[in-house]
């Protein structure tokens, strides 16, 4: 079965997409122009996610991968897109040679290749979706616009917080974030701005943001394992908090799908240990003031109330070790 | 369509006393035989608005009776739960929305809770919250429900870590 | 494959389909293939006399699976600002422009059982790739109003693909069969109606369907323009409640255009009033709605505005913002 206590971690702190611009960084629509549109990137831990990613799918592919019936063609525009962009931004490690409807896909960071009949699924090993996804670390989760919502038709969902492929398939946007409402300081209901923001999303204008959280001791948290992970979240102390847990950054993008009418959410998740923090001194200072004025609600809501107290704890003594060491060395 | 309405514990058509809706231009009624009562109470509401009544017998009559409305009509359902469920489905794979029904019945309404271990949905008790399922795991009763799997989510939960059997 | 930005094209075929309707067929000049898209879908073109970029927004014809072309239809405007003008006038085969990806405004519903299309003059277009991309086993039936079959675009097109679902409603020939509401009081239960056509016949159809009892939800329309008279504008001014700034709103640009100007990051897509996506919440103020979007109903109940074509009645507007 799959360990969940993996250690993995950003090593390249320039391929961080860290979340905190002002220090009292809460919940808010900030959403941005995507500016490289390229959804593809290759970091160092490439291989070490895309592995991880592919043996969660095989290992609960019910938990992890959902898609109805009728998306087939829907998968086959997402498998083109990936796979387009994949090669037109590192054509050194991945390489798609068209014969009509007959191609081929290689990927030469894992030495791998296949060659299947665009339009027709049972020439690949898996679903085209599936298929396309499991050569990139990102979660994939393709969320279709009927009427005035979003319905998730398609998920590919290895990175979960506090989400399931399997129980969220289906849902609308409303239902998925619902009823649990989350209501800013002024009243808005986010939700519901969120939704009409993606309304507006339109073919051609790719859009971002960031979703941050923390996360003890684990890979991700789905429901299906909450038996397991919930009671282990009060196992967190100040001692350990450094190694165990985790800054959570989940750097979301938005395409709008033309033949799909869709908004395929692209996430990339990505860890850094709290203790890694001081490897940049103003990311610390930044998360230690956000996290110590996290209001009760939202760090319910978020999933990190047990833990939160011996993280912010972690973060002090560590605040007041460096700052005691800034002293010493202007006496000395 | 995977996303149509479906009949269920919180559904937004549910209603304890049934009464016409504005907007509509015309009625049709489905009840049970024990409930004809009900649907002449309705019927003498709707005063001016023209109404037709279908007695359930089989889900075969009422998919006759709903294809043969038109637009403009509100439908109301009054009946014991299996049968509302009945009529209710029928009613949305012939295209009627939420806002053209609404649903009144009559005793026991049912709930159900899918569990996230088995994955599997099981009838329960509608004011419980905590509930074991066949499969053996425990199972805390959130709020949030599907209409692709049918119930409301259950969590697994180790009964000893929380202080509870 | 192109992810963002506009897309290079070529117009490669022009067909005058009556004496005011121009077809115009794009293939990608740089691309491969372009992007398919789903029935009701437009685009944005973009073209230029030199002086004036002409922006419009037409409605795709073309089967929406096909990616070799795209094909657009354009009626000229006798009170064109330009736009349609421009295109009926000096546009010719090996031309080069930019367009917009396809967006939809005007999808097909996924639970109708039936849908029911009804179009005047040049507001067949939309309908033209809704027809080619009917799914989920729903049927469907067209309602086309023209003066005379002479006048009416893709009179044969129609008569020879979809003949049994299409009936032609002429005003002007010896026996007329004027298109009227009426026929919407017999649509079956789960049908689905959508308008699209002048500005005066899409309000009467959807006045007419919300009094047949038929739910806001299963009425939709498209609107070619805004429609709206934009003579006699008054300056305002909107004070925005979150920032406490104040922005002037001169009578020749839009609360929207004002608020872009100011950098305010105001919500928007179509920019005729027809989609919502710019509603904000008004906390003081009276709104002279001007929108095609809210129902009498929305307006009474939810404090609103349409920043893209509504503005104040009065000198001063507060919005949520």
Redesign the interface.
Known sequence: MFTQELDFKTTDLNTFPFPFRSDNYRYSNDLRKLEDTNLVTITPEYELQVRAKRRLLDEQP?VRYQS?PHTMEMQWEFLEMVFEMAVEKYPQHFELIKNGDEWTFKNNILKEEQTFTFGDPSTLPYEPYDFAGRHFHQDFVLMVN?EDNF?LEIGQVSYAALF?A???????FD?IHG??PFVSRNGDNLIDRVRKFLLGINPGEPWTRINWNLMANRWDVN?????VW??QRSLITPENAGKLVRLRVEEQKFYRMSRSNAILFVLNTQFLPLEDLQLRQEWFDLTYSVLQDIPEAMAEYKGIAPYLPQSVEYLRRVDEKLKNQALQTQEG | ????PVLFFESVTLTEKLSPKT????AAIICDEAYKEEAQQLQAQLYDTPSDTLIFENPADVRKF?????????FYIVANWDDAVTIFSTAVE????E??LQVKTIGEKRKYV?C??C?TPSEIDTQAKQVQCGCG??LNVG???????KGY?G????PE?EGVM | MRIAGNIPVKIDRIVQETSTIKRFRFVPTEDEKLPAFTGGSHLKTFVSDGETVYEREYSLISDPRNREYYEIAISKDPNSRGGSKHWHEAMKVGDELEISFPRNYFPLN?????HVFYASGIGITPFLSMLQDIQ?EQTVELHYAARTPEECAFYEELKEKYADITTFHFSRVEEPNRLTTDL????????HVYFCGPVSMVEEFRDAA?S???????VHFELFSSGLDNSNLEPFVVSLAESGKQIQVSEKETLLDALLREGVNAPYACKIGGCGSCEIEVVEGDVEHRDHFLSEENRKQRSTILTCCSRAKSTNLTIKL
């Open positions: 019910e109805f009927r319905y399931s399997h129980w969220n398939t289906g849902m609308s239902e009823p649990v429901y299906e394992t909450m038996d919930e009671p | 369509m995977y996303n149509s907007h509509f231009v015309k709903i294809v043969e409305q038109k637009m403009g009509t509100c012939e295209g009627v929305s806002e053209e899918y996230m271990k994955f795991a425990h709020p949030f429900y599907s209409k692709v799997r989510i969590y697994p939960f180790v870590a | 996924p639970h109708a059982k039936h989920f919407m009081k017999e649509h079956r239960i789960g049908s919300f047949y009892g038929y739910p806001e939800r299963a």
